[in-house]
């Protein structure tokens, strides 16, 4: 029997999130948003009112690699989702700016989000989800940490 392991069911969960999310845009306009770009054009709605989003931002808020994120962008850029724009104080920033084609998207990523959020917390009472987000907190701080140490080494 092989030993319960966090990663193998993290990903586990990760490929069962995807495949539903892709099963439900299936056949509709959303069809080509990922999940990624869901939370993304999410995230940039809800972050309007704190002022210019950039890529440093997306990299902080999702833990993903600069390459990560600049392949998702580009990505939403080829499907008109989002532009970037030069900052006048620093030709060398782009923020992001979602076009009307995402913010017509945003009610039904947001329908979408709250259903799957709803169907993943079936049959789980509010102690052991309490427990679960306690558990995975510490597995990201854990994660951080060596990351962190990680990075002092090599520089």
């Not at 039904?108 to 558990?135: G, H, P, T, Y």
Request: charge should be negative; glycine fraction near 6%; proline fraction near 1%.
């Amino acid at each position: 029997m092989l030993e319960d392991r966090i990663g193998a069911e993290l990903g586990m969960l990760n490929n069962l999130i995807k495949r539903q999310m892709a099963i439900r845009a299936s056949g509709s306009e959303m069809e080509n948003v990922t999940g990624m770009q869901g939370m993304i054009i999410h995230y940039l709605i809800h972050e309007e009112a704190q002022g210019d989003r950039f890529q440093k931002d997306i990299e902080t808020q999702f833990h993903i690699r600069r390459s990560t994120a600049t392949g998702i962008l580009q990505l939403m850029e080829r499907h008109g989702l989002v532009r970037r724009e030069p900052v006048e104080h620093d030709a060398r920033l782009k923020r992001l700016k979602l076009t009307e084609k995402a913010r017509a998207f945003h009610s039904v990523i947001c329908l979408e989000l709250e259903q799957m959020e709803s169907l993943m917390r079936q049959n789980i009472d509010e102690q052991q989800l309490q427990v679960w987000f306690a558990v995975c907190e510490q597995i990201r701080a854990n994660l951080e940490e060596y990351q962190s140490k990680s990075s002092e080494v090599t520089l």
